[in-house]
């Protein structure tokens, strides 16, 4: 497999002229957000010649070509190899495009060659007969072919395409087919098996361990290791062997982490998606052969197992029903019923639109069904990673490239090093070439002047502060399988919510029931009522029939809702075998009853003239399962004993009351249901119907719409949906701290407005705008806004309303549907829509994504935190991705919490800024270091003078290395978050600044102390001599120089320790504390006193008059104070704070989204201009305007049942 090469912005691949008819593949192709990536494909041949040169050059430059060929693989494919059309092409370059991020991706073209049979097969006289089968997408039939040219991107398998002149990319074979021929395919031959096998790959999902020795060396072979190993190298032959020793042993501790760490995630991931089974395959005879599940084929009829099993790949339904968990798709874990493909000539199969009929890969088969215990069968459509599970792994493997700028501007800043260190090494040069200095003496000295100006220990210091970071993190019950996230959590303004299992429970309470009075007397609302107070009657029953659940190894599952409804009324439910269920005159019916038969009221019991009465039982004769469009569902029953069946239905209030009887219907059941979905209860009405005359075999076939009429209004169901008890004070803090939030929800509308305005996502009483796509006669879409009925309570006392004028404060909302169409027809509306977007619902994963990438690209930093493998793309795509379960999604997810909820998401991102505050301090510590360092030698170097090995190890492993791993330590700050971030960019006007007057004020301080040391009567001035040879370097120039430096690295640790609001005080780091203490305590008594240890030691020439010596501790002093004031009073209070502010508003180049926000302030009510003159939207009527439209799919994630109709 190729590995992407590069991902900075560059157009200098793209194909122009002669190149472009070379390229022949120039496309364009959806990636997993839904979103158009370019990709160009370049055909490369091996030039001999080219490749010889190359390969001598790499001789000479001693394999440093090879190492700048090894960063960049395409310079090297280019200048190995000629260009070529790709019908001869050896090697393939993807150029891929997604918007400013260009990536580079390298393959060898393989050939397959189809094999003689083995002799001893049944075909074996034939030696010429193709074993190969490649699908032709125009006549929609497998064609044999004798040889494939090939090659794999991105785990899908792109194949040459002679008549197209192209390589093209396996598609699913059956979409777009009508689904009689699907039914007319035959069980294929092990030849035909094999031979598409051979192009279409095993049926497996394998994450390949990357080799230990493979990951060591991509690790070590980075730009900052090989310039350690280079710096180490110098540093031993300069016999400055203890600080070399030491950084070796922090590079390689440093290495061995990160290939562990990977590895590690590898086999996580690997160990999360791998999955081994067997399988039977009906072969052309009809007899199944049992074969392992890799090696399935598209095109295969399978056995699907009676229970328990997971699907290897993606297949339609055939014959048989299966009830199957999708929990792995939706995140919800509802039990589905898949029904056969209908056999229809006139319809074309498609896996979204025909999910009910599709079983896919990764969900769980819970139970199969079909009459006389015959075979329930599935044709294989995709396998591999084409199926759905495939396409999550490849979303986790392959996620959108994420733009941080901290990362760029590392290497950006080491390049304004470098160019640093180039002017020194020429002014150095220069001067020791015109004293007479040795060659070998002059260039060892210009090399360790480049490892002083460019920090070989920078990458320890920097990944001691994340190290830290994750440490935390893990105290706190929160996981980090990536390191590099910490630092983008601390820059998040933008974060994503599931619902469901995220900010609340995953089930629902049964709050109570309001019945309508008997229909004999005039009907009239009752009051709230608790289930278990209620007698058996009509309503009970409704409430124990009108539902999807089933029994499942003897534990009753369904959608959860129906679950709480069922066990509030204390009945039970049976499911009796074949011969059990003569009695009902049905196949096998779910029968349902009270579990005290003794509680059922005289009037109920049925009892035939001399016989024992009749147990209260009702059977479940017919299900019409839920319809998102039809926003009910209903049940036919038939009592036992009872001559007429009777008809249960339940969904949304405003549909059974548009289908009961107005005489049924109380005049006040809209003010009673409008005050139970303003306090955020989800609510459910339910209707009754006598059919006398429908028998059993006509009530198999009659439609719904002939029994879903004329309905007696029974009343309503009132569930509540718990929020979590952490969701509204951790959804205020993240408000107060400016940081938008959002719902994304597969959910309804109305559940989600509800439980948005419950947990405080939504202000009380502000204004909800639905943003829809409504057809027009010719026009084509238009837009149409409108507000919303009030879901929430009012404002509270003391609160002004909130006008739906006011443009600038209403929320917008909007449905999964719609938000397809309006990136289809109107993607200009999609910036005001993420900015004053609050509400996402009915969404589905590949949505979920996509929006995740419309914030992004109006310069939000987002977050996504969400519990299901539904939400896996979402947190993939997200800068930060919070997972709250350890299943699928854990694994795309940087973070997973184990508490459940979502307090741990202020907490990762309190971290996250204390981290990335910890690495800019860091940075700009190392580069102050650097530069310091650089001018006191730099200084030295003026009369051949230099600091000595020992005190480079002082100030390199005593101070250095000591502050670089104790700065880190100061823990986050546990206040409120600010509502000012931290900086994201390095190269920016404050840190810029701030380190120039820092370094500037170090140069100027070392020049006044080296140019006073000289003005002293006790002066006496170095004098170069043949044994300095030896580095003897003793001297009061020395002296005033190393001091002097020696504090102002203590004094820059401090300076660059930022606390409060990101971090905590300073002194609160007792490691921090401890390590300025002992190197002031020791630097101010080599000042001040030296022992005759410490001057041997360091070498050092102490001044004989202590006047001076104190004089100096004084400059410290003074020095200290003046660059704490021009960090915290100029840097910080002034230009940060006041001057940037004000000039970011002046500045056009702004981020989007703060562009689009001053637009629609500036616009105020003009915006959005609501339809039929701002007139609210109803329940009912919202529900009807995001049904499906022009036969669009809408994707339910509790298919088949109608807790999704409210």
Same mark, same amino acid.
């Given at each position: 497999?190729?590995?992407?090469?590069?991902?900075?912005?560059?157009?200098?691949?793209?194909?122009?002229?002669?190149?472009?008819?070379?390229?022949?593949?120039?496309?364009?192709?959806?990636?997993?957000?839904?979103?158009?990536?370019?990709?160009?494909?370049?055909?490369?041949?091996?030039?001999?010649?080219?490749?010889?040169?190359?390969?001598?050059?790499?001789?000479?430059?001693?394999?440093?070509?090879?190492?700048?060929?090894?960063?960049?693989?395409?310079?090297?494919?280019?200048?190995?190899?000629?260009?070529?059309?790709?019908?001869?092409?050896?090697?393939?370059?993807?150029?891929?495009?997604?918007?400013?991020?260009?990536?580079?991706?390298?393959?060898?073209?393989?050939?397959?060659?189809?094999?003689?049979?083995?002799?001893?097969?049944?075909?074996?006289?034939?030696?010429?007969?193709?074993?190969?089968?490649?699908?032709?997408?125009?006549?929609?039939?497998?064609?044999?072919?004798?040889?494939?040219?090939?090659?794999?991107?991105?785990?899908?398998?792109?194949?040459?395409?002679?008549?197209?002149?192209?390589?093209?990319?396996?598609?699913?074979?059956?979409?777009?087919?009508?689904?009689?021929?699907?039914?007319?395919?035959?069980?294929?031959?092990?030849?035909?098996?094999?031979?598409?096998?051979?192009?279409?790959?095993?049926?497996?999902?394998?994450?390949?361990?990357?080799?230990?020795?493979?990951?060591?060396?991509?690790?070590?072979?980075?730009?900052?290791?090989?310039?350690?190993?280079?710096?180490?190298?110098?540093?031993?032959?300069?016999?400055?062997?203890?600080?070399?020793?030491?950084?070796?042993?922090?590079?390689?501790?440093?290495?061995?982490?990160?290939?562990?760490?990977?590895?590690?995630?590898?086999?996580?991931?690997?160990?999360?998606?791998?999955?081994?089974?067997?399988?039977?395959?009906?072969?052309?005879?009809?007899?199944?052969?049992?074969?392992?599940?890799?090696?399935?084929?598209?095109?295969?009829?399978?056995?699907?197992?009676?229970?328990?099993?997971?699907?290897?790949?993606?297949?339609?339904?055939?014959?048989?029903?299966?009830?199957?968990?999708?929990?792995?798709?939706?995140?919800?874990?509802?039990?589905?019923?898949?029904?056969?493909?209908?056999?229809?000539?006139?319809?074309?199969?498609?896996?979204?639109?025909?999910?009910?009929?599709?079983?896919?890969?990764?969900?769980?088969?819970?139970?199969?069904?079909?009459?006389?215990?015959?075979?329930?069968?599935?044709?294989?459509?995709?396998?591999?990673?084409?199926?759905?599970?495939?396409?999550?792994?490849?979303?986790?493997?392959?996620?959108?490239?994420?733009?941080?700028?901290?990362?760029?501007?590392?290497?950006?800043?080491?390049?304004?090093?470098?160019?640093?260190?180039?002017?020194?090494?020429?002014?150095?040069?220069?001067?020791?070439?015109?004293?007479?200095?040795?060659?070998?003496?002059?260039?060892?000295?210009?090399?360790?002047?480049?490892?002083?100006?460019?920090?070989?220990?920078?990458?320890?210091?920097?990944?001691?502060?994340?190290?830290?970071?994750?440490?935390?993190?893990?105290?706190?019950?929160?996981?980090?399988?990536?390191?590099?996230?910490?630092?983008?959590?601390?820059?998040?303004?933008?974060?994503?919510?599931?619902?469901?299992?995220?900010?609340?429970?995953?089930?629902?309470?049964?709050?109570? %029931? +309001? #019945?309508?009075?008997? &229909?004999?007397?005039? =009907? $009239?609302?009752?009051? @709230?009522? /608790?289930?278990?107070?209620? !007698? *058996?009657?009509?309503?009970?029953?409704?409430?124990?029939?009108?539902?999807?659940?089933?029994?499942?190894?003897?534990?009753?599952?369904?959608?959860?809702?129906?679950?709480?409804?069922?066990?509030?009324?204390?009945?039970?439910?049976?499911?009796?075998?074949?011969?059990?269920?003569?009695?009902?005159?049905?196949?096998?019916?779910? %029968? +349902? #009853?009270?579990?005290? &038969?003794?509680?059922? =009221? $005289?009037?109920?019991? @049925?009892? /035939?003239?001399?016989?024992? !009465? *009749?147990?209260?039982?009702?059977?479940?004769?017919?299900?019409?399962?839920?319809?998102?469009?039809?926003?009910?569902?209903?049940?036919?029953?038939?009592?036992?004993?009872?001559?007429?069946?009777?008809?249960?239905?339940?969904?949304?209030?405003?549909?059974?009351?548009?289908?009961?009887?107005?005489?049924?219907?109380?005049?006040?059941?809209?003010?009673?249901?409008?005050?139970?979905?303003?306090?955020?209860?989800?609510? @459910?009405?339910?209707?009754?119907?006598?059919?006398?005359?429908?028998?059993?075999?006509?009530?198999?076939?009659?439609?719904?719409?002939?029994?879903?009429?004329?309905?007696?209004?029974?009343?309503?169901?009132?569930?509540?949906?718990?929020?979590?008890?952490?969701?509204?004070?951790?959804?205020?803090?993240?408000?107060?701290?400016?940081?938008?939030?959002?719902?994304?929800?597969?959910?309804?509308?109305?559940?989600?407005?509800?439980?948005?305005?419950?947990?405080?996502? @939504?202000?009380?009483?502000?204004?909800?705008?639905?943003?829809?796509?409504?057809?027009?006669?010719?026009?084509?879409?238009?837009?149409?806004?409108?507000?919303?009925?009030?879901?929430?309570?009012?404002?509270?006392?003391?609160?002004?309303?909130?006008?739906?004028?006011?443009?600038?404060?209403?929320?917008?909302?909007?449905?999964?549907?719609?938000?397809?169409?309006?990136?289809?027809?109107?993607?200009?509306?999609?910036?005001?829509?993420?900015?004053?977007?609050?509400?996402?619902?009915?969404?589905?994963?590949?949505?979920?994504?996509?929006?995740?990438?419309?914030?992004?690209?109006?310069?939000?930093?987002?977050?996504?935190?969400?519990?299901?493998?539904?939400?896996?793309?979402?947190?993939?795509?997200?800068?930060?991705?919070?997972?709250?379960?350890?299943?699928?999604?854990?694994?795309?997810?940087?973070?997973?919490?184990?508490?459940?909820?979502?307090?741990?998401?202020?907490?990762?991102?309190?971290?996250?800024?204390?981290?990335?505050?910890?690495?800019?301090?860091?940075?700009?510590?190392?580069?102050?270091?650097?530069?310091?360092?650089?001018?006191?030698?730099?200084?030295?170097?003026?009369?051949?003078?230099?600091?000595?090995?020992?005190?480079?190890?002082?100030?390199?492993?005593?101070?250095?290395?000591?502050?670089?791993?104790?700065?880190?330590?100061?823990?986050?700050?546990?206040?409120?978050?600010?509502?000012?971030?931290?900086?994201?960019?390095?190269?920016?006007?404050?840190?810029?600044?701030?380190?120039?007057?820092?370094?500037?004020?170090?140069?100027?301080?070392?020049?006044?102390?080296?140019?006073?040391?000289?003005?002293?009567?006790?002066?006496?001035?170095?004098?170069?001599?043949?044994?300095?040879?030896?580095?003897?370097?003793?001297?009061?120039?020395?002296?005033?120089?190393?001091?002097?430096?020696?504090?102002?690295?203590?004094?820059?640790?401090?300076?660059?320790?930022?606390?409060?609001?990101?971090?905590?005080?300073?002194?609160?780091?007792?490691?921090?504390?401890?390590?300025?203490?002992?190197?002031?305590?020791?630097?101010?008594?080599?000042?001040?006193?030296?022992?005759?240890?410490?001057?041997?030691?360091?070498?050092?020439?102490?001044?004989?008059?202590?006047?001076?010596?104190?004089?100096?501790?004084?400059?410290?002093?003074?020095?200290?104070?003046?660059?704490?004031?021009?960090?915290?009073?100029?840097?910080?209070?002034?230009?940060?704070?006041?001057?940037?502010?004000?000039?970011?508003?002046?500045?056009?180049?702004?981020?989007?989204?703060?562009?689009?926000?001053?637009?629609?302030?500036?616009?105020?009510?003009?915006?959005?201009?609501?339809?039929?003159?701002?007139?609210?939207?109803?329940?009912?009527?919202?529900?009807?305007?995001?049904?499906?439209?022009?036969?669009?799919?809408?994707?339910?994630?509790?298919?088949?049942?109608?807790?999704?109709?409210?």
């Amino acid at each position: 497999m190729g590995e992407p090469l590069n991902t900075a912005p560059t157009l200098g691949d793209k194909p122009k002229g002669g190149d472009a008819r070379k390229a022949a593949n120039g496309k364009k192709h959806k990636t997993t957000d839904g979103d158009e990536i370019s990709v160009a494909m370049l055909g490369f041949v091996r030039s001999v010649p080219r490749t010889a040169l190359v390969w001598l050059c790499i001789v000479l430059t001693a394999g440093l070509l090879r190492l700048v060929f090894h960063w960049r693989r395409d310079w090297m494919l280019r200048c190995t190899h000629r260009r070529c059309h790709l019908r001869v092409a050896s090697s393939v370059l993807v150029i891929e495009r997604y918007k400013k991020h260009t990536s580079r991706f390298i393959h060898r073209v393989k050939i397959q060659r189809s094999t003689s049979p083995a002799v001893g097969e049944e075909d074996a006289i034939d030696m010429e007969k193709p074993r190969l089968y490649v699908p032709d997408m125009v006549s929609r039939q497998f064609k044999a072919v004798t040889e494939i040219r090939y090659f794999r991107h991105k785990k899908l398998c792109h194949v040459w395409n002679g008549p197209s002149d192209a390589f093209e990319r396996l598609e699913l074979f059956f979409s777009d087919m009508p689904l009689e021929r699907l039914h007319e395919q035959q069980p294929l031959s092990a030849g035909e098996q094999d031979g598409r096998r051979a192009v279409y790959g095993g049926n497996s999902i394998n994450i390949q361990l990357t080799p230990i020795l493979k990951v060591i060396f991509l690790e070590v072979l980075t730009p900052f290791y090989v310039f350690q190993i280079c710096a180490c190298i110098l540093w031993f032959a300069d016999e400055y062997v203890y600080y070399a020793s030491a950084i070796a042993v922090a590079s390689v501790a440093s290495v061995t982490t990160a290939v562990y760490q990977q590895r590690k995630n590898e086999k996580n991931l690997r160990r999360t998606i791998q999955q081994t089974d067997v399988v039977e395959v009906v072969r052309e005879d009809n007899s199944t052969q049992t074969v392992q599940a890799d090696r399935l084929v598209p095109g295969d009829v399978i056995v699907v197992p009676s229970h328990n099993t997971t699907m290897c790949c993606d297949a339609v339904l055939l014959a048989g029903n299966a009830i199957v968990n999708e929990s792995m798709l939706t995140g919800e874990s509802v039990p589905v019923t898949k029904v056969p493909l209908p056999a229809r000539p006139d319809v074309r199969y498609s896996p979204q639109q025909h999910g009910r009929h599709t079983l896919f890969a990764g969900t769980l088969v819970l139970q199969t069904r079909y009459y006389k215990h015959e075979r329930v069968l599935a044709l294989v459509t995709r396998t591999g990673f084409m199926t759905s599970k495939g396409e999550l792994v490849r979303s986790i493997l392959y996620p959108p490239p994420v733009d941080f700028k901290l990362e760029q501007d590392t290497y950006k800043f080491v390049g304004m090093l470098a160019a640093v260190a180039v002017v020194g090494v020429m002014y150095s040069t220069y001067t020791k070439v015109m004293r007479g200095l040795e060659p070998q003496e002059v260039a060892l000295d210009v090399l360790d002047l480049i490892t002083i100006v460019v920090p070989p220990a920078l990458p320890y210091a920097m990944a001691v502060g994340i190290i830290v970071g994750v440490e935390r993190l893990l105290k706190q019950r929160v996981f980090c399988i990536s390191p590099r996230s910490i630092n983008i959590a601390g820059l998040i303004n933008y974060v994503c919510f599931d619902k469901t299992g995220t900010l609340t429970e995953d089930g629902l309470d049964m709050k109570g %029931v +309001v #019945r309508v009075s008997e &229909p004999a007397a005039p =009907p $009239a609302v009752g009051p @709230l009522e /608790e289930v278990a107070s209620l !007698p *058996v009657g009509l309503f009970t029953t409704g409430m124990a029939a009108c539902h999807g659940l089933m029994l499942i190894n003897s534990e009753l599952t369904g959608d959860p809702l129906d679950l709480k409804m069922f066990e509030s009324t204390g009945w039970e439910l049976e499911e009796p075998d074949m011969d059990e269920s003569t009695k009902y005159d049905v196949l096998a019916p779910t %029968v +349902v #009853r009270p579990r005290r &038969p003794d509680l059922v =009221p $005289a009037h109920l019991r @049925l009892q /035939e003239l001399g016989q024992d !009465p *009749v147990p209260f039982e009702v059977g479940l004769v017919r299900q019409f399962v839920f319809a998102s469009s039809l926003q009910r569902m209903s049940v036919l029953t038939r009592r036992l004993g009872a001559k007429q069946m009777e008809l249960f239905c339940k969904g949304s209030p405003e549909m059974i009351i548009s289908l009961s009887d107005p005489a049924t219907v109380p005049a006040d059941i809209h003010p009673v249901l409008d005050g139970h979905t303003q306090r955020g209860f989800r609510v @459910l009405a339910l209707a009754h119907r006598a059919l006398p005359r429908l028998t059993y075999a006509r009530a198999q076939r009659i439609a719904r719409e002939e029994v879903e009429r004329e309905l007696t209004f029974l009343g309503l169901m009132v569930f509540e949906n718990r929020l979590k008890a952490e969701s509204r004070p951790v959804l205020r803090d993240l408000a107060e701290a400016n940081i938008k939030t959002i719902m994304v929800t597969g959910d309804n509308m109305l559940t989600a407005l509800s439980v948005a305005h419950d947990c405080g996502l @939504l202000p009380a009483g502000a204004p909800v705008v639905s943003v829809s796509v409504e057809p027009t006669s010719g026009c084509g879409p238009r837009l149409a806004y409108r507000r919303l009925e009030q879901t929430a309570p009012p404002a509270a006392a003391g609160h002004a309303a909130v006008d739906v004028d006011a443009g600038a404060d209403c929320r917008l909302a909007v449905t999964g549907p719609d938000f397809d169409a309006i990136c289809r027809h109107f993607r200009e509306l999609l910036p005001r829509l993420t900015v004053r977007g609050a509400v996402f619902a009915r969404m589905r994963p590949d949505q979920k994504q996509h929006l995740v990438e419309c914030i992004k690209e109006l310069g939000y930093y987002v977050g996504m935190c969400g519990d299901g493998a539904n939400d896996c793309g979402a947190l993939k795509a997200a800068h930060t991705g919070v997972s709250l379960s350890e299943a699928e999604a854990s694994v795309a997810s940087p973070f997973t919490s184990q508490e459940t909820n979502i307090s741990c998401v202020p907490t990762i991102i309190r971290e996250g800024r204390s981290a990335l505050v910890t690495s800019f301090g860091i940075f700009k510590y190392m580069a102050a270091y650097s530069l310091t360092q650089f001018i006191s030698v730099l200084i030295l170097y003026e009369k051949d003078n230099s600091l000595t090995d020992f005190q480079f190890l002082y100030i390199d492993f005593f101070i250095i290395t000591m502050f670089a791993g104790v700065f880190g330590m100061t823990k986050a700050y546990p206040g409120p978050l600010s509502k000012r971030l931290p900086t994201a960019r390095l190269v920016s006007v404050a840190p810029i600044l701030s380190l120039a007057l820092q370094v500037s004020l170090v140069a100027l301080i070392q020049l006044l102390v080296y140019w006073n040391v000289q003005q002293q009567p006790w002066f006496v001035p170095y004098v170069p001599t043949k044994s300095d040879e030896d580095d003897n370097f003793w001297s009061h120039e020395n002296f005033a120089v190393y001091c002097t430096s020696s504090f102002q690295y203590i004094l820059l640790a401090v300076v660059f320790s930022r606390g409060p609001p990101f971090r905590r005080r300073l002194y609160t780091n007792p490691y921090f504390s401890a390590a300025i203490a002992l190197n002031v305590a020791f630097c101010a008594w080599c000042v001040a006193a030296p022992m005759a240890w410490m001057s041997s030691w360091l070498e050092l020439r102490a001044p004989p008059s202590l006047q001076w010596r104190l004089l100096l501790l004084g400059v410290a002093v003074g020095h200290a104070v003046l660059a704490l004031l021009l960090e915290h009073g100029l840097v910080e209070a002034l230009v940060q704070e006041r001057l940037l502010p004000r000039l970011r508003r002046l500045q056009s180049s702004q981020p989007a989204h703060v562009l689009v926000t001053a637009q629609l302030a500036a616009e105020g009510a003009a915006w959005p201009p609501l339809a039929d003159g701002g007139r609210q939207l109803s329940a009912g009527e919202l529900l009807k305007d995001h049904a499906p439209r022009n036969g669009a799919p809408m994707t339910i994630l509790r298919r088949g049942h109608c807790t999704a109709s409210v």
